[in-house]
């Protein structure tokens, strides 16, 4: 079956620390990968998307991700967190059209 | 580019009622798909809609139900609320020649039923 697992559910950085969110996911296919950002009240913001090609994507806000099929991984990446990506960030795969298998979530604090 | 837009943002409701959620998806997007988010389940699938046919459905019951209408706009209906059905319903607009499930999120309406 297909699946996401985010296996932190809360991180908390230090402001200008580096932050690293993983994301393990369970797909017959070649997946299409996602990662989303919700702040509170808010709805998703795209970050990021895998679709094939270069496994290092480049996404909004500094953030990165790198796509793993030996480790069916896609972890997320910021070099230098700010106070104000704290939020809930969710990575999620392409199951079918318009149907998206979120993970659970990883929220994130930032220290000062 | 105007985004997605879903009214209402907030309504309280309580058991045994229905409610009806709005969804005008960006414009030029054909398709749209709704999903429920609870602290306990997380986001889940409900529904989505292309050229006002239903294409795909999640495992949620038949009080669940949608619409789509010839300008893309969606709503989607739930009736005989139960406590459990608190929540915030999202909807998710996609480009038609997108092969690959990029979803465009509006901010959602936040039901409380009681």
């Known amino acids: 079956a297909q699946s996401v697992t985010q296996p932190d559910i809360h991180i908390t950085v230090s402001e200008g620390a580096s932050l690293e969110l993983r994301c393990n996911y369970s797909?017959?296919?070649?997946?299409?990968l996602f990662w989303y950002v919700q702040s509170p009240g808010q709805g998703l913001q795209l970050l990021l998307k895998?679709?094939?090609?270069?496994?290092l994507v480049q996404g909004i806000k500094g953030f990165e991700a790198e796509f793993k099929r030996s480790q069916s991984s896609f972890n997320l990446r910021k070099p230098s967190v700010h106070w104000s990506d704290a939020a809930e960030y969710f990575c999620?795969?392409?199951?079918?059209?318009?149907?998206?298998?979120f993970g659970q979530g990883t929220e994130l604090s930032v220290k000062p | 580019k105007a985004g997605v837009t879903q009214t209402p943002r907030y309504l309280i409701k309580t058991r045994g009622q229905q409610v009806t959620l709005s969804c005008s998806p960006i414009?030029?997007?054909?398709?749209v798909s709704w999903y429920q988010q609870t602290p306990g389940q997380g986001l889940q699938f409900l529904f989505e809609y292309f050229s006002e046919t239903q294409r795909n459905k999640g495992n949620f019951p038949g009080r669940f139900s949608g619409r789509q209408f010839s300008n893309s706009r969606s709503e989607m209906n739930v009736s005989t609320l139960e406590l459990g059905d608190s929540a915030l319903y999202l909807c998710?607009?996609?480009?038609?020649?997108?092969?690959?499930?990029?979803?465009?999120f509006g901010e959602g309406s936040r039901l409380t039923v009681l």
């Open positions: 999620a795969v392409g199951a079918l059209r318009g149907k998206l298998i």
């Open positions: 414009s030029g997007h054909r398709s």
């Open positions: 895998y679709f094939s090609g270069d496994t």
């Open positions: 797909y017959g296919a070649t997946p299409y």
């Open positions: 998710a607009s996609s480009s038609a020649r997108s092969n690959t499930g990029e979803l465009f």
